[in-house]
C-alpha cells in the first residue's frame, strides 16, 4: 500500500494536475483523481493524510463522497 501526504479529487484537470505538481515540488507526495469513482479506486490501494475534495465533481457531489469516506 502507498501512503501520499495529500489526494487532490478534482475535475478540473489543469488546475489539479498543476497543483498536484506544485506540491510534489516541495517534497508533498501527491496524487490526482477526476471523480468519485476513481477516489475511491485510490482507496483501495493507497492511503493519505490530506485531501482536497471539489464541491462540484461532474456527476456527483464532494459533499456525497466526503460522507461515504
Known amino acids: 500500500m502507498s501512503v ?3 489526494l487532490i479529487v478534482d475535475d478540473e484537470e489543469a488546475l489539479s494536475q498543476s497543483t498536484c505538481e506544485y506540491f510534489n515540488m516541495f517534497g ?3 496524487f490526482w483523481v ?3 469513482k476513481s477516489c475511491f479506486d485510490f482507496f483501495a490501494q493507497n492511503q493519505t493524510d ?3 475534495l ?3 465533481l461532474g456527476q456527483s457531489s ?3 463522497v466526503c460522507k461515504k469516506l
Open 50 to 52: 490530506l485531501i482536497l
Open 34 to 36: 477526476a471523480d468519485e
Open 28 to 30: 508533498l507526495k501527491t
Open 54 to 56: 471539489d464541491i462540484n
Open 62 to 64: 464532494g459533499f456525497e
Open 4 to 6: 501520499y501526504d495529500c
